[in-house]
Nanobody, 124 residues
């Protein structure tokens, strides 16, 4: 069992930055791939970024590539999402999720555990 708690969301102006954190409970955190997803009002939840258990491989959705960076610290049981050059269309609730051994990081159904989400609002 893995419990996930996101933090770091808030209100920021376009062009600004935020760093989201996701703290995980459990001794097996380092064996899970981790992902960040987001859901805007009236839209489906979508993949943002993912990272393998070792941190050696990452994957990004096209709209955030070169602006967002996912990283993890297995010693602290934490995964991060650094978001730079934020745009109004990045406004959404951001969720972190854990998957035991997904074939593809972007597949939402591969994730077993989810956090409660943190709101990110980017004003124009």
């Amino acid at each position: 069992q893995v419990q996930l708690v996101e933090s770091g969301g808030g209100l920021v102006q376009a062009g600004g930055s935020l760093r989201l954190s996701c703290a995980a409970s459990g001794r097996t955190f380092s064996t899970y791939a981790m992902g960040w997803f987001r859901q805007a009002p009236g839209k489906e939840r979508e993949f943002v970024a993912g990272i393998r258990w070792s941190g050696s491989f990452t994957s990004y959705a096209h709209p955030v590539k070169d602006r967002f960076t996912i990283s993890r610290d297995n010693a602290k049981n934490t995964v991060y999402l650094q978001m730079n050059s934020l745009k109004p269309e990045d406004t959404a609730v951001y969720y972190c999720a854990a998957a035991r051994n997904p074939q593809a990081l972007a597949v939402i159904r591969a994730y077993d555990y989810w956090g409660q989400g943190t709101q990110v609002t980017v004003s124009s």
